[in-house]
């Protein structure tokens, strides 16, 4: 039964039917399904299709932009069971989407389960600076900072970011951690990077075991 609402709701965030994604969305909370359920069997695997769709040129960009407003509307509803867990902070983790690329899904998921899982986040949001990145880790001293990057063209602003917290001296006082669709363990690698999660929860076991 939980499969079958969870599949429906899939399909309602792809069609771009907003009254029956918030029909089904309610009925997969009021079953019990999990939130993280409702994201990973549902909203990511949705957002998944909807990347086919879009490269293969049946979605233009106003139907992505809808259906992540459907998929953010729904975000919204599980997002406060994400993010609630124990509350005394076991790191500071600070998170941003990289100069130049407005994606910010991903990140958000991330930000939610660290916050989930007792981590405080300073999340800087979308299309962030490398010098903004250093500004803020000296403001609020992270002991981690992640970045994100959906576009070929943005990932090497991981790397700028890198070079210029070790330019200022800084590098060896943060890890970086980074993700995002094109990002590979390989990039990580070649950047100096402390290391890359391929999806949102190996993200967290990345950090749990960076600060432990
Ligand atoms: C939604 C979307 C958009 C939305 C973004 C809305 C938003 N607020 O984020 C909008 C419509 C705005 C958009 C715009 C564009 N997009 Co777009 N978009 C997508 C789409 C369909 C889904 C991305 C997504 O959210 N996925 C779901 C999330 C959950 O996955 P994720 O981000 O990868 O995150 C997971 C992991 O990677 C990881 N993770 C992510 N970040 C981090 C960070 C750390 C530290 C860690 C550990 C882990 C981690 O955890 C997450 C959860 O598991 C993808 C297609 C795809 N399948 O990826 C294209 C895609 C990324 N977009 C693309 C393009 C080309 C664009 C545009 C240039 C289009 C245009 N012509 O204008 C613009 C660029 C705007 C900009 N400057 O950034 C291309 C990129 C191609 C490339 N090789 O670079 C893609 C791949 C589509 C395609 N197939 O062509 N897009």
Redo the contacts with the bound molecule.
Sequence with gaps: MSEEILKKLEDAVVEIRMDDASDFMNQAMEEGISGVDILNKAL?TA??R???L??DGDYF?PD??M??NI??QAFQLIEPELKAGDYEPKGKVM?G?VK????????N??SALLQGNGYEVINLG??VPAETFLEEAQKTNPDII?????????MPEMKNTIELFAKAGLRDQYRF???????TQDFANQIGAD?????????VN??KSLIA
């Design positions: 990511v957002l998944d909807v990347g086919v879009f490269r960009l992505v932009l259906c992540v998929y953010n998170l989407t130049g690329d407005t994606h910010d899904i991903g990140k998921i991330l979308m299309n992640g970045m994100s990057a959906l576009l070929t063209t943005t951690i980074i993700g995002g669709a094109p990002v290391g890359y999660g391929e999806e949102a929860q190996a993200g990345l950090v």
